[in-house]
C-alpha cells in the first residue's frame, strides 16, 4: 500500500510558485511623479553628471589652499556666489563668499565652513589652514553620466523616484498594474453592516486581502462572497479568468463536502499544489484556471486558507513574493534578522511554523499566547514572525529568524 505523498515545505512550495511565474510584458509610460509604487520595466540610466559641477557642501568662503596655509589668511572678498548663481575666476590673495550648492569657481581648490572665518567689511581672516578639496563636492561625484542608476524591475518608493528626478527624467516606464480577482467562499461569511445570524461571522478576510493586494499596487476585482456550491465556484473562476492575471480566494480549500476550490479549480483548470508543511496555512493551493477558446491562456489560482491568521501569513509567504515575481521584481525574499527568544516553548511542532511576535523594549522577541490561527489579534499586537523550523523547540535566549511585518507588507 502507497503512503500519502509527504507535503511540500515552505521553500519547495514558494520555488514551485515562483518557477511557475509568467511576469506581465505590457509596459506603461508615466509621470515620474505619478509613478510611486510601481514596478519599473526598463533599466534607466543618467544622461549627466551628478552633480554637473563642483560644488560647496557648506556655507562659506571658496578659496585658494595656497593662499590660506598660514591658518590666518586674510583674504579680500571679491564675489558673492548664491545657489543657481555663476561666479567668476577667484583671483590669487581673493576669496569668494559662497552658499550651500553653489558652484566652485574657477581657480578655487577648497571651502572653507564660515564658522572659521571673521568677517571685517570687504576682509575675510581664514582662521584654518584648508586642504586642497575641503567641503567640496565634485562632479559626478554622486551619478556619473552613462551610468544605470536603476535596474529593471526596481520597485520605485519615493527615494527612487527622486533619483529619476534628479537627473531629469519626467517619465518612466512601468510594467502595468497585476489585474488580481478575488473572492470568498462560506456560506457563514456576513459583511460588516449587516445582521449577523447565527453560525454566521464576519468576512474579516476581505478587508484584509484587499488591503495587501493595493499594497503591492494591484488593479482588483471582487467577486465578493461566493456560495457554497460547486457550480457557483466554477462559474465565478470562469468568469474571473478571463480578464486577470490572478485569482485569489479564501476559504473551501480544505477537504470537507462543503469545500469546493479544489473539484472546482481542477475541472476548470489544473491544480499544482495542494496543502504544505506550515503552521498556521496548511491548505494551499496552487494552480491555473484556462480562459475561453477565444482569449486563450490562463490566470494563475492561489486559494488560501479560510481563517483568518492562515489567510494572512500564506498571503505574506506565498502570495506576496508571487505577485512581485509576475510583475517582474527579481529579489522577492524578505530580509530576516537573529533576534533573541525571551519566551520558551518546550515543544516542537511537526511542520514549519510562524508565530507572531513582538520585539520588546529590551530588544528580545516576546510570543503572543495563543497562536490559534483565528486569533487576528495576533497580527495587530505582532512586529512580525518568527520562522521556527520543524520539531525546533525554543528556550528563552535562543536567537531565532524573525521577519518583521514591515518586510512583508509591501
Known amino acids: 500500500m502507497t503512503g500519502k505523498k509527504p507535503m511540500l515545505d ?63 589668511a586674510t583674504l579680500t572678498v571679491s564675489q558673492r556666489i548664491p545657489a543657481g548663481h555663476l561666479g567668476h575666476a577667484l583671483q590669487p590673495g581673493t576669496a569668494a563668499r559662497i552658499f550651500t550648492g553653489a558652484m566652485i569657481p574657477d581657480g578655487a581648490d577648497a571651502v572653507v565652513m564660515q564658522e572659521l572665518c571673521a568677517l571685517d567689511g570687504d576682509q575675510v581672516t581664514i582662521n584654518h589652514a584648508p586642504p586642497v578639496g575641503e567641503w567640496i563636492r565634485r562632479a559626478g561625484e554622486d551619478i556619473r553620466a552613462g551610468s544605470v542608476i536603476l535596474p529593471a524591475g526596481t520597485r520605485l518608493r519615493g527615494q527612487e523616484l527622486g533619483l529619476a528626478a534628479s537627473v531629469g527624467l519626467a517619465t518612466l516606464p512601468v510594467v502595468r498594474r497585476l489585474r488580481v480577482a478575488v473572492f470568498f467562499t462560506g456560506d457563514e461569511l456576513t459583511m460588516p453592516g449587516e445582521l449577523l445570524k447565527p453560525g454566521a461571522i464576519y468576512n474579516s478576510n476581505k478587508f484584509t486581502l484587499r488591503a495587501l493586494l493595493e499594497n503591492l499596487g494591484c488593479a482588483i476585482t471582487d467577486y465578493g462572497i461566493v456560495p457554497d456550491t460547486l457550480d457557483a ?33 481542477e475541472a476548470e483548470g489544473r491544480l499544482n499544489l495542494w496543502q504544505i508543511a506550515i503552521k498556521p496555512g496548511k491548505p494551499l493551493a496552487f494552480g491555473e484556471v484556462k480562459r475561453s477558446e ?29 505577485i512581485l515575481r509576475l510583475q517582474g521584481v527579481q529579489q522577492v525574499a524578505p530580509n530576516a534578522y537573529k533576534l533573541r527568544a525571551d519566551f520558551s516553548q518546550s515543544k516542537g511542532d511537526r511542520r514549519n511554523e510562524f508565530l507572531r511576535a513582538r520585539i520588546n523594549p529590551q530588544g528580545g522577541l516576546d510570543l503572543f499566547p495563543n497562536q490559534s490561527s483565528g486569533v487576528l489579534t495576533s497580527t495587530v499586537w505582532g512586529d512580525g514572525l518568527i520562522d521556527n523550523p520543524p520539531g525546533c523547540i525554543i528556550a528563552s535566549g535562543d536567537m531565532v529568524n524573525f521577519i518583521p511585518f514591515s518586510e512583508l507588507l509591501h
Open 294 to 322: 477565444d482569449r486563450g491562456g490562463a490566470a494563475f489560482f492561489i486559494g488560501l486558507p479560510g481563517n483568518p491568521v492562515s489567510s494572512f501569513v500564506t498571503f505574506l509567504l506565498f502570495v506576496r513574493p508571487f
Open 233 to 265: 465556484t466554477r462559474d465565478t473562476l470562469r468568469r474571473a479568468a478571463q480578464q486577470h492575471d490572478l485569482i485569489v480566494t479564501s476559504g473551501g480549500v480544505s477537504v470537507g463536502e462543503e469545500d469546493h476550490i479544489k473539484p472546482a479549480v
Open 10 to 72: 515552505a521553500a519547495e512550495a514558494l520555488a514551485l510558485l515562483l518557477a511557475a511565474a509568467r511576469p506581465v510584458t505590457e509596459i506603461e509610460q508615466l509621470a515620474t511623479l505619478k509613478a510611486n509604487g510601481r514596478i519599473l520595466a526598463a533599466a534607466q540610466s543618467s544622461q549627466l553628471d551628478v552633480p554637473p559641477k563642483d560644488n560647496t557642501q557648506m556655507d562659506g568662503y571658496a578659496v585658494r589652499a595656497a593662499d590660506c596655509a598660514s591658518g590666518a
